[in-house]
């Protein structure tokens, strides 16, 4: 890739739909990085100030995963900068800095006509259109993916400009100078970023950047050694002290708080409402109605939410979601749905006849359950809108909330906001759009916060399932020879990009994605154990229910219907679920050193004599890919109690590949397996009549402070592309769960939550 200052400089674009030729003309665009007074960009990546401060920018959206570190980290490791003098600065939504590999792996979701132009991150189609729609979506744990690489080339061309800067000075080759602990040093000189960096800005780095010759990486350390922290995260004094800001925090001159009230969930429309029963509630400056949704706009918070109450909307609705429609739905799709073949290897199903052995697996829907609720603050004023926002996708908010306000959006402007939680809820953008359109019609600053009811109602839950997993075993042992996944469920990847992308609602976004089916909702089915034969099919049906994604996604629901099949397959023949998986791992040693060091960690017993404990394991990615593999082995100690699912320990190895951050790492491990927790415990929602069945956080049945496991991690040294270490935790623990409570109790729970359904 050239990389030259101008290059280097490269900015902001965004554009509409993919037009092929004009993706592929080459343009320029505007510096993204402002420098402030004292300031001076080096990049799109970072600017150096006369106080020696390094800022680099962030163009993930920062949701608790760390990625206001890891990123700044790899910049301040190739520069040579001082950790503590190192500052952060959230990107503006800009071309400089495109998600190749996410943009290519959602290339069915944007460009679903000729995806094959564009599935593969170095195709020049893919880099266009990123480009010119500033595609920088923080999904798919593709931030080091994506950005390791620009970044360490930008920091070292800016350590590159620094020492040519201090070369002149001492009248020495710069090629000859070392950077270190923000120093620039040369046979016993040393001149600071500070006193180099008005200068040094001035110069054109080489081509290519000098990047080091290895990328940063932290080793485990040995057993019974205490980690050392040599990149503390960046945000956390801010979050203990509670100084650091989130949507919610934003306050404008002039500013309103919006309530609302959104219909029941199906084609719904507002019938009618009481204004004048509103009208009493004081402070109450404005009501703003829609198709689907009521808004109360006042002085407070509290007084829109009194008055949108005292209004009792009323809604014509019809297709209201329940659970029992959902259920019905599954089951018919699953009996005698069409299915589609998504994925096959060896001979399938071919020719086998009636498979040895079924089982029936079930997953209700589940929501995502953030601290924060949906909040978003819209100033709509001389043409212009701007937008306070915590966004996965910032771009395409950005473009949607504009659309609805008759703007375009080089007429919009997006203050990137971090998130109090996301797992993937801030992929939707409903609320930006929600609150434009409120601003508008406010003719005020507005700020919209929904309530945890109204997260519930509005909200997008992973989707609900029903699969039969069938096998075809060895008469000898019970190995399985052939493997077949039927699954029923919504085309719910589809579905999501047809709102992301298509910007569509969510009643057209899930007709238009009824009938087809979905491979990207299949992602990891084909699993990593060595059965010759394997077939994937999806029934797709239409549930009545919007679905989205949820941290986790595909692999969250495959493995625990992989991993609970798995050690049923074990138990039919009455062999140790330990040895038998290792048995299935020939192909993928790294794998099965995780169950055995998950075993020694866990002091596994082999689930015998009711001891309530359970293993399971799992991969995210495709070694033969190249790209960045994920793996875990877990074992856990669970049991049935009066109070449900009593989960008493965790214990996970895990391969990651390089691990950049190994404490950011630990912390996410950590992070998945509780989220994985919560979903074995709780999370789901049960609706009537269109409306969920739960309005509080309290009733998710998710664990407390107290309900909380032991966790013992191990992480076994990798040296492949550093893998994601946020979604793993996440699979791997509700099937280990299951299968504790299989060995605890002797029962099977083929349904998540676990005990949904009692014992």
């Known amino acids: 890739?050239?990389?030259?200052?101008?290059?280097?400089?490269?900015?902001?674009?965004?554009?509409g739909g993919l037009v092929v030729a004009w993706a592929l003309w080459p343009r320029e665009y505007r510096a993204p990085l402002t420098p402030g007074r004292g300031e001076w960009a080096y990049s799109s990546w970072l600017k150096i100030g006369r106080d020696g401060v390094?800022?680099?920018?962030?163009?993930q959206l920062e949701m608790g995963q760390g990625v206001t570190t890891v990123l700044p980290q790899i910049v301040a490791a190739e520069l040579g900068a001082d950790w503590r003098t190192v500052a952060v600065e959230p990107a503006p939504v800009s071309g400089a800095y495109p998600n190749l590999p996410?943009?290519?792996?959602?290339?069915?979701?944007?460009?679903?006509?000729?995806?094959?132009?564009?599935?593969?991150?170095?195709?020049?189609?893919?880099?266009?259109?990123?480009?010119?729609?500033?595609?920088?979506?923080?999904?798919?744990?593709s931030s080091l993916a994506a950005y390791e690489g620009p970044a360490r080339e930008a920091a070292a061309a800016a350590r590159a400009m620094l020492c040519m800067a201090a070369a002149d000075r001492w009248d020495v080759s710069w090629e000859e100078c070392e950077v270190r602990d923000g120093i620039v040093v040369h046979a016993g000189r040393h001149l600071s970023f500070a006193a180099l960096a008005e200068h040094a800005s001035s110069y054109d780095p080489p081509d290519p950047p000098p990047v080091r010759p290895e990328p940063y990486a932290e080793a485990p350390a040995a057993s019974g050694e205490i980690e050392s922290l040599v990149y503390p995260r960046?945000?956390?004094?801010?979050?203990?002290?509670?100084?650091?800001?989130?949507?919610?925090?934003?306050?404008?001159?002039?500013m309103l708080y919006a309530a609302i009230r959104q219909g029941p969930i199906g084609d719904t429309e507002l019938e009618g409402f009481d204004e004048a029963a509103g009208a009493t509630v004081r402070g109450l400056r404005a009501v703003v109605r829609s198709r689907g949704w009521l808004a109360a706009v006042a002085d407070t918070w509290w007084a829109a939410e009194q008055a949108l109450s005292a209004m009792s909307p009323v809604w014509q609705t019809t297709g209201r979601a329940g659970s029992e429609r959902i259920d019905d739905a599954l089951d018919a799709a699953l009996t005698v749905g069409e299915a589609s073949r998504i994925a096959t290897r060896g001979a399938g199903d071919s020719g086998k006849g009636e498979p040895t052995v079924t089982h029936r697996y079930e997953i209700a829907p589940a929501t995502h359950a953030t601290i924060e609720t949906a909040t978003a603050t819209a100033r709509l004023a001389d043409g212009k809108l701007e937008l306070w926002v915590a966004s996965q996708a910032p771009a395409l908010a950005k473009a949607a909330a504009a659309k609805a306000v008759g703007l375009s959006a080089e007429d919009a402007v997006l203050y990137p906001m971090a998130a109090g939680g996301s797992f993937d809820r801030r992929l939707e953008h409903d609320h930006a759009i929600q609150a434009a359109?409120?601003?508008?019609?406010?003719?005020?600053?507005?700020?919209?916060?929904?309530?945890?009811?109204?997260?519930h109602v509005g909200g997008r839950p992973r989707a609900p399932l029903a699969a039969l997993a069938s096998a075809w075993t060895a008469q000898e042992d019970g190995t399985p020879t052939a493997l077949r996944l039927r699954v029923a469920m919504p085309s719910t990847t589809a579905e999501f990009g047809a709102r992301l992308f298509g910007n569509k609602t969510a009643l057209a976004a899930r007709r238009a994605a009824a009938a087809a089916p979905d491979p990207l909702a299949f992602e990891g089915a084909t699993t990593p154990y060595a059965i010759p034969d394997v077939a994937i099919d999806h029934v797709p049906v239409d549930v009545g229910l919007p679905?989205?994604?949820?941290?986790?996604?595909?692999?969250?629901?495959?493995?625990?219907?992989?991993?609970?099949?798995?050690?049923?397959?074990?138990?039919?023949?009455?062999?140790?679920?330990?040895?038998?998986r290792m048995a299935l791992?020939?192909?993928?040693?790294?794998?099965?050193?995780?169950l055995q060091r998950a075993a020694r960690l866990g002091e596994w017993d082999g689930g015998s004599g009711q001891s309530g404990n359970g293993i399971a394991c799992w991969r995210i990615g495709d070694p033969e890919s190249g790209g960045p593999v994920a793996r875990i082995a877990c074992v856990a100690s669970a049991r049935a109690g009066e109070g449900g699912v009593r989960v008493e320990k965790l214990s996970v190895a895990v391969d990651l590949g390089r691990i950049v951050n190994l404490d950011i790492a630990r912390q996410q491990i950590e992070g998945g397996l509780i989220f994985g927790v919560g979903l074995a415990t709780g999370s789901a929602l049960q609706f009537q009549s269109g409306l969920p069945t739960t309005s509080r956080l309290g009733a998710l049945g998710l664990p407390a402070l107290a309900d909380s496991p032991e966790i013992a991690v191990d992480f076994i040294p990798g040296e492949g592309e550093p893998a994601d270490p946020g979604e793993i935790g996440v699979a791997v623990a509700p099937p280990a769960i299951a299968n504790a409570l299989h060995s605890a109790t002797g029962l099977r729970l083929r349904r998540l939550p676990l005990l949904s359904e009692g014992l």
């Open 102 to 141: 996410l943009a290519a792996k959602w290339a069915p979701l944007w460009m679903p006509f000729a995806s094959g132009l564009a599935d593969d991150p170095r195709k020049l189609v893919t880099r266009r259109w990123a480009e010119s729609t500033g595609f920088t979506a923080t999904a798919e744990g």
């Open 234 to 254: 960046l945000d956390l004094p801010a979050k203990v002290d509670g100084t650091f800001p989130f949507a919610g925090d934003i306050r404008l001159p002039g």
């Open 547 to 580: 679905s989205g994604r949820l941290r986790g996604n595909a692999h969250g629901y495959l493995a625990f219907i992989t991993e609970s099949f798995i050690d049923e397959l074990a138990a039919r023949v009455g062999r140790e679920p330990l040895g038998f």
């Open 437 to 455: 359109v409120i601003a508008k019609a406010a003719g005020a600053p507005v700020q919209l916060v929904w309530s945890r009811w109204q997260e």
């Open 54 to 59: 390094v800022t680099v920018a962030v163009p």
């Open 585 to 594: 791992l020939g192909s993928d040693p790294r794998l099965a050193e995780c």
């Open 1 to 15: 890739m050239q990389v030259s200052r101008r290059g280097l400089l490269a900015g902001a674009a965004v554009g």
